[in-house]
């Protein structure tokens, strides 16, 4: 059964940190490219970092970039993929969805080449 699991969502003041965990399981996700994506009421899902399937290539979105990064832990049975976000802001509130693909690094910011999808954490920044 395939299954990815968020946690580490809440609620932060401006500038506080937050550090998501998703739990993939059920697939060899160890050869998944894997990323992280956001969405905010009434707004597209939209895409916050990724990562190879090595570790050894990362990717952000600009309005992140030099506060998130994104990292991850490809043990034997269950993948552990890692969003640690500084410096939030108030519109960085929505809910963190991580996903997975077979997909090349090229590819890893289109969700709609995303083959699995975990529940989502709600991340919520007051000003």
């Known amino acids: 059964q395939v299954q990815l699991v968020e946690s580490g969502g809440g609620l932060v003041q401006a500038g506080g940190s937050l550090r998501l965990s998703c739990a993939a399981s059920g697939r060899t996700f160890s050869n998944y490219g894997m990323g992280w994506f956001r969405q905010a009421p009434g707004k597209e899902r939209e895409f916050v970092a990724a990562?190879?399937?090595?570790?050894?290539?990362?990717?952000?979105a600009d309005s992140v970039k030099g506060r998130f990064t994104i990292s991850r832990d490809n043990a034997k049975n269950t993948v552990y993929l890692y969003l640690q976000m500084n410096s939030l802001k108030p519109e960085d509130t929505a809910n963190y969805y991580c996903?997975?693909?077979?997909?090349?690094?090229?590819?890893?910011?289109?969700?709609?080449?995303?083959?699995?999808w975990g529940q989502g954490t709600q991340v919520t920044v007051s000003s």
């Open positions: 990562i190879s399937w090595s570790a050894g290539s990362t990717s952000y």
């Open positions: 996903g997975a693909t077979l997909r090349g690094l090229r590819d890893l910011r289109a969700a709609r080449l995303y083959d699995y």
